[in-house]
Structure formats: structure tokens, C-alpha cells
């Protein structure tokens, strides 16, 4: 087993947030059968997640450090901001919760005008707040000091106060079922009162949290109205998006 080409899958999980075993096969030029002895290892040291085809990286190493978590599909989550950004009007009421992506769409978001932001995202709010053209509220609540996220009771009890027009929400898994999961009970409670508190809610997620699994229930697709990511590969999940009639907007359907 090469310990260097072991570091070198690491590297790309770390960057893309998945691996397959054909490309990595392809990259290495060694068998299908080597790369999954490797995945294995990997899997077995809790950095990977096996999924069909290949790996993810775990939530164990994506959750340990947020600016990290940043690099992962960067590309790809500026992309999906962008095109839920164009999707939004000027002079419009959000609710943005914590997440590399939602910080994408707020970034995709700073030259629209007369806009009302309501977050429980300390980074969301730094990256807004400096413009005259948009006004930030923060949710009250405790400060985790890993990623800035706001939560608590508190927080629930002030967005519970807001009718706004556009949830904007990322999670860190969508089961085949259709429900929307996440790590963090907290969180969870929080996207739960956004969501029942907007007009038109907005996923926005990235092609991994397709093959992820994470323990906390948030929600149901059939609560949003328009997902946006990059690409959406599971058949299930595009016919339910069909079946209860959910905008599919995808940055790079052909890549």
C-alpha cells in the first residue's frame, strides 16, 4: 500500500469532497481493486465515507475545521451562489442560515439592493454588513466559536418573530427519501423555524450531500421550493423534485 498515494487521496477528497475509483484508477494507473483496498483503509481510519463508486470525505474530518471546509468544491458552491443570487429580486426579506454555501450566496449577493438579511451566520454577517444597500439583523443566541454559528433558543424565538420572502438554507445531507438532514440538532432547529417562517424557500447545496449521511433530521423536499446545485446525479431525487413540483436549477448539469 503507498502511503503517498494515500496522502494524494486525501488531498483530493479534501478539495472536491469525493474521490471515485475509476478516476482515481485512472490517475494512479493501478486497479480498480487497489484504489478500493485503499478507499477501505481510508474508511477504516474514519477520513472517508464509502459510498457507490467511491468515497466522500467524512463528516468526522469535514467538521473539524470550517475554514477548511471552505476549499472543499469551492468552485462549484461560488457557482451555486451566484445562481441563487441571480434568482433573487432587489428589496427582498431572507433568513440565511451558517454554511459554506449560504456564505457563497451572500458574497453573490453584495450589489443587490434595499435587501433585509436575518442570519444566525457570524461569517454571513461580516461578509454583508459593510454594504449600505443591505441590512443585516443577527439572530440572537450563544456563539460557537468553531464556525460562528448562532443557536439556542434565543435564536429560534427571534426568527420566529419574522414572515420573510426567501429562506436561504444549506444542509449536510439529502437521503433518498427526500429529507434534508444535518449534524447538529441545534442548527437543525433553527432551518426548521426559518423554513416554517418564509414565503419561498431555497436549497442550496453542492452534489456531495447527495452521498452523505448525517443523523438529524431538518426537513423534507417537498418544504423547498428551488434547489440549486451543481449537479444533480440521483434520479430519485430529480423525480421527487418533479413529483411535488421543486425548481431544479443546476450550475454544471453536463459536467
Known amino acids: 500500500m503507498s502511503t503517498e498515494r494515500l496522502t494524494a487521496i486525501m488531498e483530493i477528497a479534501r478539495r472536491e469532497g469525493r474521490v471515485s475509483v475509476t478516476a482515481l484508477s485512472e490517475l494512479f494507473q493501478v486497479t480498480h481493486q487497489t484504489i478500493r483496498k485503499d478507499l477501505l483503509d481510508l474508511c477504516d481510519q474514519r477520513l472517508l465515507a464509502r459510498t457507490h463508486g467511491g468515497a466522500v ?4 474530518v469535514e467538521n473539524v475545521h470550517y475554514d477548511a471546509r471552505r476549499q472543499i468544491r469551492a468552485d462549484a458552491k461560488e457557482a451555486i451562489g451566484r445562481a441563487a443570487a441571480d434568482y433573487l429580486p432587489d428589496n427582498a426579506s431572507l433568513f440565511m442560515n451558517i454554511g459554506t454555501t449560504t456564505e457563497a450566496v451572500a458574497r453573490a449577493l453584495l450589489q443587490h439592493k434595499g435587501l433585509r438579511v436575518i442570519t444566525n451566520s457570524i461569517n454571513v454577517a461580516s461578509a454583508m454588513a459593510a454594504y449600505p444597500n443591505i441590512e443585516v439583523s443577527v439572530a440572537g443566541g450563544v456563539v460557537r466559536s468553531a464556525d460562528g454559528m448562532i443557536a439556542g433558543e434565543k435564536t429560534v424565538d427571534l426568527i420566529n418573530q419574522y414572515k420573510v420572502d426567501y429562506a436561504i438554507i444549506g444542509i449536510s445531507s439529502i437521503d433518498e427519501d427526500g429529507v434534508l438532514l444535518n449534524y447538529d440538532f441545534q442548527n437543525a432547529k433553527v432551518v426548521q423555524a426559518m423554513i416554517a417562517n418564509s414565503r419561498h424557500v431555497i436549497l442550496v447545496v453542492d452534489s456531495t450531500k447527495f452521498e452523505r449521511l448525517a443523523p438529524v433530521r431538518v426537513a423534507t423536499l417537498d418544504q423547498i421550493d428551488l434547489l440549486v446545485t ?18 431544479l436549477l443546476e450550475t454544471a448539469p453536463e459536467a
Open 57 to 60: 470525505l467524512s463528516a468526522e
Open 230 to 247: 451543481d449537479r444533480c446525479t440521483p434520479e430519485h431525487i430529480r423525480k421527487h423534485c418533479v413529483d411535488h413540483g421543486i425548481e
